[in-house]
C-alpha cells in the first residue's frame, strides 16, 4: 500500500505561517489525487483541501485565499502552505492519496500536529 508521511507541524501564534509537506512512496503517484484533512478535539474530521492528478485544486471556503496545495511528482511530495493561521486552523492534519485515477481517499498518514494560539 501507499505509505504517507506528514511533517512541518508544530506550535505558532496567529497570523505565522507553516508549510506541512507529505512524503509519499509508491511508482503511481502522479496518477493520485492528493488531499489534506483535519481533524479538531471533539469535532469531525473535515477536507482542507485537495490536488488532483491534473493539477486542480480545490478548497474549503474556511481556508481559501490563505492555504495553497500543490505537489511535486518528481520528489512523490505534497505540500499545504497555511499562511495567515488562525486559532480555529488548530487541529491534526492529515493527507490523504487515492488509488491511480480514483476519488476515494484510500490511503491517509499519522497526521501533524497544528497548535495555533492567539
Known amino acids: 500500500q501507499v505509505q504517507l508521511v506528514e511533517s512541518g507541524g508544530g506550535s505558532v501564534q496567529a497570523g505565522a505561517s507553516l508549510r506541512l509537506s507529505c512524503a509519499a512512496s509508491?511508482?503511481?503517484?502522479?496518477?493520485?489525487?492528493i488531499g489534506w484533512f483535519r481533524q479538531a478535539p471533539g469535532k469531525e474530521r473535515e477536507f482542507v483541501a485537495g490536488?488532483?492528478?491534473?493539477?486542480?485544486?480545490d478548497y474549503a471556503d474556511s481556508v481559501k485565499a490563505r492555504f495553497t496545495v500543490s505537489r511535486d511528482n518528481g520528489k512523490n511530495m505534497v505540500y499545504l502552505q497555511m499562511n495567515s493561521l488562525r486559532p480555529e486552523d488548530t487541529a491534526v492534519y492529515y493527507c490523504?492519496?487515492?488509488?491511480?485515477?480514483?476519488?476515494?481517499?484510500?490511503?491517509w498518514g499519522q497526521g501533524t500536529q497544528v497548535t495555533v494560539s492567539s
Open positions: 490536488i488532483n492528478w491534473g493539477l486542480k485544486t
Open positions: 509508491g511508482r503511481t503517484f502522479s496518477a493520485s489525487n
Open positions: 490523504a492519496a487515492t488509488k491511480p485515477w480514483a476519488s476515494t481517499y484510500d490511503y
